[in-house]
């Protein structure tokens, strides 16, 4: 099983919006609604943001969201802010309870 | 709170095993999924594979059939992950992670500190 393609990096100014995809297929993304997002600083474990592809767990900011079309799943962080700087990834329930990780995007604040 | 305190760095040497351990703590252990999950330097996050502390049922990624086994001692709470015919390729942090709820096995809401395995002759 390949894993879920993202774009290496993405940007944006302090107070933008900026959309990560994650782009799967019809055995993962596309079959489940069980799509999550992670943000990692550097040298820390990752976080658990989004799950079942909008759902933010307590104490997420609600400035972020996640959302879901066809094969292709999308995270949006709005009102960008310096501390959201971070690696980020997706993930997806993959059937047979196999679990699959994107590539990962390095999010920069200009 | 929930906490999963994992073992320490390792350095090995290739075709050696290693086994790292995840000691959890502030809920009921056999209540939910763990996973492994991993990470060479620089690159991402790799699942790795999953347990049901409840029964030790476990589900492996296609990549780590046959290398790598996880089990748990629930007297303990303390879940393990064996990893055998070690390559340079291996050399990562591996985290052990716990699922978000007690229906659920896609979802890492917990996480360890991490275990640095180093691969190297």
């Known amino acids: 099983q390949s894993a879920l393609t993202q774009p290496p990096s993405a940007s944006g100014s302090p107070g933008q919006s900026v959309t990560i995809s994650c782009t799967g297929t019809s055995s993962d993304v596309g079959g489940y609604k069980y799509v999550s997002w992670y943000q990692q600083h550097p040298g820390k474990a990752p976080k658990l943001m989004i799950y079942?592809?909008?759902k933010r767990p307590s104490g997420v900011p609600d400035r972020f969201s996640g959302s879901k079309s066809g094969n292709t799943a999308s995270l949006t962080v709005s009102g960008l802010q310096a501390e959201d700087e971070a690696d980020y990834y997706c993930?997806?329930?993959?059937?047979?309870?196999?679990?699959?990780f994107g590539g990962g995007t390095k999010l920069t604040v200009l | 709170q929930v906490q999963l305190v994992q073992s320490g760095a390792e350095v090995k040497q290739p075709g050696a095993s290693v086994k790292v351990s995840c000691k959890a703590s502030g809920y009921t252990f056999i209540n939910y999924y763990m996973h492994w999950v991993r990470q060479a330097p620089g690159q991402g996050l790799e699942w790795m594979a999953m347990i049901n502390p409840s029964d030790g049922i476990t589900n492996y990624a296609q990549k780590f059939l046959g290398t790598v086994t996880v089990t748990r001692d629930t007297s303990t709470s303390t879940l393990y992950m064996e990893l055998s015919s070690l390559r340079s390729e291996d050399t990562a942090v591996y985290y052990c992670?716990?699922?978000?709820?007690?229906?659920?096995?896609?979802?890492?809401?917990?996480w360890g500190q991490g275990t640095l395995v180093t691969v190297s002759s």
């Open positions: 992670a716990r699922d978000m709820t007690t229906m659920t096995n896609d979802r890492f809401a917990y």
């Open positions: 993930s997806s329930y993959a059937g047979s309870n196999n679990v699959i």
């Open positions: 079942e592809v909008s």
